[in-house]
């Protein structure tokens, strides 16, 4: 297909249908989210698939939104850190875990950190340590030094399975 193409595209976001028009076959969902929906909480980093600050779940799966077309989204569940915060402005478990180790300085990778662990937790409840360090390889943090991340996922992890 042409990647100059208009198309309509009726996307699942967070429960609601979104129509968006005059969208390029080429552009990503990472583009669509944030510059035509508004959804920023999706961060842009390196746009190259290489830092996971873009993450969201599509079909309950963390994808990097920067490496999938908008348009071959449609029909599928896509989840960003909008739809998983709780309309309450309360935190859930893990984003207080992640307050409680202090493992969030500038914020900038956190919303896909959160997703991608969610993702993870709810895949491998029994998941360990190795198991966090090598399924959270994708999202990068330029700040913390990933321990106290870590420590915030495991405390989550321990706490669900009751260890
Ligand atoms: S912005 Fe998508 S992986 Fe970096
Ligand atoms: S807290 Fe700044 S990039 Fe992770």
Do not use: W
């Not at 595209?9 to 969902?29: K, M, P, Y």
């Not at 779940?57 to 960003?80: F, H, K, M, Y």
């Not at 198991?131 to 321990?158: K, P, W």
């Amino acid at each position: 297909m042409n990647r100059h193409a208009l198309l309509s595209c009726r996307l699942r976001i967070n429960g609601a249908s979104h129509d968006v028009e005059d969208v390029h076959f080429g552009d990503t969902l990472l583009e669509v989210l944030r510059d035509r929906l508004g959804l920023v909480g999706t961060k842009q980093g390196c746009e190259d698939g290489q830092c996971g600050a873009c993450t969201v779940l599509i079909d309950g799966q963390p994808v990097n939104s920067c490496l999938e077309l908008a348009a071959e989204t449609v029909g599928r569940e896509i989840v960003t850190i909008e739809g998983y915060n709780r309309r309450d402005g309360s935190l859930t478990p893990l984003q207080e875990a992640l307050v409680r180790q202090a493992a969030i300085q500038c914020g900038f990778c956190i919303p896909g950190i959160v997703l991608a662990a969610e993702s993870l937790l709810a895949e491998r409840p029994d998941a360990t340590e190795d198991d966090i360090r090598t399924e959270m390889d994708g999202n990068l943090c330029r700040c913390t030094g990933y321990s106290s991340i870590l420590a915030a996922i495991l405390e989550v992890a321990e706490t669900r399975r009751g260890s």
